[in-house]
Structure formats: C-alpha cells, structure tokens
C-alpha cells in the first residue's frame, strides 16, 4: 500500500528565511505532484516531477525527486507572506486513471 | 473555460438524509476524481473514473456511491448521510498524457447534524 509522509505538518517561518519541506513514499511511483492550498480554497498545481533527479523551479520554489530515496523536497528561499498556505505532495499510486495519494499537508505560516 | 465546477458549494444534511454531489468539467478530461478533505488528513481518494463508463473505489468510498453521467460530468451520492461524512468534497479531472496532472474544483462544503 502506497503511504506518504510530509514533515513538518506545520512550519512557522519568519520572512527571507530558507526552509525545506520533506516527503517521502513508501513504493515505487512514476510521478510526484506538489500542490498548494489557501485557506478556503482550493487545490492550486505548483510541479510534477516525472524522473529522478527532475528539479522544478518557480520563484522562490523549487522541488526536487529522488526516486531511489522516494523523497521529494519542496524548498522555499528568502520566505516572504505571501508564500502561507499549505503545501500538500501527492503520488501517482500506479492505477488507471493516475489516482493519487496525497500527504497530510504542511502549512506553512510566514510573518515578519 | 470554467475548469472543474462544483455544486453546491455549502450543504446541512440532518443524519440518514441523501444528497448528490454534482461535479463537471469543460477540459475534456476523460480521468475525474472524488477526494475528501478532513482536518489534519490531507485528501483522501473515495471513487475515480479512468474513463466514461467506468469507476473504481479509491481509498474511501464506504457510504458512497459515484455516476459518471457522461464525459463532462461526475457525480457523487450520499445514500444515508452520517456525521463522519462531514467534510469537504473536492472533484478533479485529468487527461491521461505526459504529466496527467489533476485540476480541481472550488469543493464542497457539507456538514451532517
């Protein structure tokens, strides 16, 4: 059974700090999706990373996948507020269909 | 394009009343999704269908049963509500392609009594 696991759940942050979030899984799987979610809202696509050694990058966001270690990590550079949310990792469970499990989310609070 | 939409968006079910979900997209998807979002538990899968004309039980689907109508639509029923049941409800559509990423809807916001 596919299981995934973000750490930490909750990371408060202060602004123009580096911080890094953790997933890991538990099988193999082809592809890796990091979403984010404002409170109330709902599921914005931020990166897939579909190989090993895939980086993604995106302003102050990068995500990488190592799929011998089956962890991806999320890395926020020189935080700022408007980067609180929370973040949620997801892997394609290898069905039709490409259903995914998700982690529990880590919600990430900047302040200055 | 409206992407992914939901309705309703709130609900108040007493306990043992049923309901439908409604769920469409304009993307001509043919992968759609139901997900639950409790606190504390990220999402978690209930039904899918890969394709129109058919659905598989995700991670959840106890208490609920899906219709996929057509392409564009996915429903999802709630037969006897129960408090547990109390969530928000998240309908997504993918193609099957290079990154099948998922898009989702607003949701749906229900809360059995």
């Known amino acids: 059974e596919l299981k995934v696991e973000q750490n930490p759940l909750f990371l408060s942050m202060q602004e123009g700090k580096n911080y890094t979030i953790y997933c890991n899984y538990s099988?193999?799987?082809?592809?890796l999706y990091w979403y984010r979610q404002d409170p109330g809202k709902s599921l914005e696509s931020l990166f897939v990373?579909?190989?090993?050694?895939a980086v993604k990058q995106e302003g102050r966001l990068m995500a990488s996948l190592d799929t011998k270690a089956r962890l991806s990590t999320l890395h926020i550079t020189a935080a700022v507020h408007d980067l609180s949310a929370t973040y949620f990792c997801?892997?394609?469970?290898?069905?039709?269909?490409?259903?995914?499990?998700f982690g529990k989310g880590t919600t990430l609070s900047v302040s200055s | 394009n409206a992407g992914v939409t939901q309705t309703p968006k709130f609900q108040v079910l007493k306990t043992g009343q049923s309901m439908t979900l409604q769920c469409a997209q304009d993307?001509?998807?043919?992968?759609m999704y139901w997900y639950r979002q409790d606190p504390g538990m990220g999402l978690r899968l209930i039904y899918y269908?890969?394709?129109?004309?058919?659905?598989d039980k995700g991670e959840v689907p106890n208490g609920y049963n899906v219709s996929r109508l057509n392409k564009r639509e996915f429903s999802l029923r709630l037969e006897s509500a129960a408090p547990s049941q109390t969530s928000v409800y998240f309908c997504?559509?993918?193609?099957?392609?290079?990154?099948?990423?998922?898009?989702f809807g607003p949701g749906t916001r229900l809360t059995v009594l």
């Open positions: 997504a559509s993918s193609e099957v392609g290079y990154t099948d990423t998922q898009y």
């Open positions: 099988t193999t799987s082809d592809r």
């Open positions: 990373l579909l190989s090993n050694g």
């Open positions: 997801a892997v394609d469970n290898n069905q039709a269909g490409t259903a995914l499990i």
């Open positions: 993307m001509n998807h043919n992968s």
């Open positions: 269908s890969a394709s129109e004309g058919t659905t």
